[in-house]
T-cell receptor, first 111, second 115 residues
Framework: KQEVTQIPAALSVPEGENLVLNCSFT??????LQWFRQDPGKGLTSLLL?????REQTSGRLNASLDKSSGRSTLYIAASQPGDSATYLC??????????FGKGTSLLVTP | GAGVSQSPSNKVTEKGKDVELRCDPI?????LYWYRQRLGQGLEFLIY????????KSGLPSDRFSAERTGESVSTLTIQRTQQEDSAVYLC?????????????FGEGSWLTVV
């Protein structure tokens, strides 16, 4: 069974800092890995999807990388802003139908 | 609609009562998923629909839980004889199909409290 772990569980940084969120997974036979953002009391918003054949994806200040062989993905956020404060979830897709989610990293960006 | 719509957004029910949660996926999306998120926990997969059939029901926690989908559109998740441990947010998601390159879009969830 795929196990997805996210470290750290919580992170607080001052505005303007670049930061990296980590995601690891135990079964490297993934089809894709997706990063989501969850705001309090809200659903999930998809940020980036990396297919197994890709190494990275970029959207604005976000860059996600994927290393299947080591079972790792990182989400890089450049020039963080208070509006980036949220919980960030990664999810791995294997051969089944379900996405396997980590428990998330709770990010606080302070002004 | 523009996104995945869920109703009710909040539901408080008494232990032992039945509840129905509704999901309207993005128009044209054939794949539909239900997840549960308990307070402070990660997302748990419940069930997957491709069209109106459910090839994967492996995540349903007990026989008190059931789901159906009609017209390759609306889905309903039913919880019978609710228990306090059923309190959670129930999230619905959809994607164009189950192709691996397809982004999965989530609704804002139905927050269920069993008292």
């Amino acid at each position: 069974k795929q196990e997805v772990t996210q470290i750290p569980a919580a992170l607080s940084v001052p505005e303007g800092e670049n930061l990296v969120l980590n995601c690891s997974f135990t079964d490297s036979a993934i089809y894709n890995l997706q990063w989501f953002r969850q705001d309090p009391g809200k659903g999930l918003t998809s940020l980036l999807l990396i297919q197994s054949s890709q190494r990275e994806q970029t959207s604005g200040r976000l860059n996600a990388s994927l290393d299947k062989s080591s079972g790792r993905s990182t989400l890089y956020i450049a020039a963080s802003q208070p509006g980036d404060s949220a919980t960030y979830l990664c999810a791995a897709r294997n051969s089944g139908y379900a996405l396997n989610f980590g428990k998330g990293t709770s990010l606080l960006v302070t002004p | 609609g523009a996104g995945v719509s869920q109703s009710p957004s909040n539901k408080v029910t008494e232990k032992g009562k039945d509840v129905e949660l509704r999901c309207d996926p993005i128009s044209g999306h054939t794949a539909l998923y239900w997840y549960r998120q308990r307070l402070g926990q990660g997302l748990e997969f419940l069930i997957y629909f491709q069209g109106n059939s459910a090839p994967d029901k492996s995540g349903l926690p007990s026989d008190r839980f059931s789901a159906e989908r009609t017209g390759e559109s609306v889905s309903t998740l039913t919880i019978q004889r609710t228990q306090q441990e059923d309190s959670a947010v129930y999230l619905c998601a959809s994607s164009l199909d189950r192709g691996h390159g397809n982004t999965i879009y989530f609704g804002e969830g139905s927050w269920l409290t069993v008292v």
